[in-house]
């Protein structure tokens, strides 16, 4: 059965603390994966999209990776605004699978 | 360029009454997914267009529950004889493909009463 599972559900990190998101699949034929930030009250934006295993995005403090069986969004020294649900999606060409998110709390 | 747009942003309602939501996709998307999101939790897949058909209508909770899109464009999600437990808020997307990036309006906030 193809799942998507992210951990840990919630992190709360001091500034600049740096961390990493997980998300891990088991998908057959993946055909791309996604990582959102969610804001309270408002709908998923997007961040990254990866394609196959060992390709590596960077926006500002966030770096996402992705292996054949999980992807990382890497927070570098993070700030009180990247506080948020970040989640995870994936592509298989017929499905579209999102995860249940990780909650950041960056604390000052 | 615009983005997906909802419609509207807040609607409080009794139960038993019917509502409709909209969604305006991005120019050019041929695909559209609307999802519910309980406080808290996260995305719940209720149905997929592709143009005017939705081949996968598998996340709708019940037959109160329905959604037409027009024109490969617009789409409407109707609730009927609402419970309380559909209060949720109800998020339109809209992607060029099913496979590619998919962008996401505000939502609509639905409270039955």
């Known amino acids: 059965e193809d799942q998507v599972t992210q951990s840990p559900e919630a992190l709360r990190l001091q500034e600049g603390e740096s961390s990493s998101l997980n998300c891990s699949y088991t998908?057959?034929?993946?055909?791309?994966l996604f990582w959102y930030r969610q804001d309270p009250g408002k709908g998923p934006e997007f961040l990254f999209t990866?394609?196959?295993a060992g390709e590596e995005k960077e926006k500002e403090r966030l770096k996402a990776t992705l292996t054949k069986k999980e992807s990382f969004l890497h927070i570098t020294a993070p700030k009180p605004e990247d506080s948020a649900t970040y989640l995870c999606?994936?592509?298989?060409?017929?499905?579209?699978?999102f995860g249940t998110g990780t909650s950041l709390t960056v604390i000052p | 360029g615009a983005g997906v747009s909802q419609s509207p942003s807040n609607k409080v309602t009794e139960k038993g009454k019917d509502v409709e939501l909209r969604c305006d996709p991005i120019?050019?998307?041929?695909?559209l997914y609307w999802y519910r999101q309980s406080l808290g939790q996260g995305l719940e897949f209720l149905i997929y267009?592709?143009?005017?058909?939705?081949?996968?209508k598998s996340g709708l909770p019940s037959d109160r529950f329905s959604a037409e899109r027009t024109g490969g464009s617009v789409s409407t999600l109707t609730i009927q004889r609402t419970q309380q437990e559909d209060s949720a808020v109800y998020l339109c997307?809209?992607?060029?493909?099913?496979?590619?990036?998919?962008?996401f309006g505000a939502g609509t906030r639905l409270s039955v009463l």
């Open positions: 997307a809209s992607s060029q493909t099913r496979t590619n990036i998919q962008y």
């Open positions: 998908v057959s034929g993946l055909r791309g």
């Open positions: 990866l394609y196959s």
């Open positions: 999606a994936l592509s298989t060409g017929n499905q579209f699978y």
């Open positions: 120019s050019g998307h041929t695909a």
């Open positions: 267009f592709q143009g005017n058909s939705a081949p996968d």
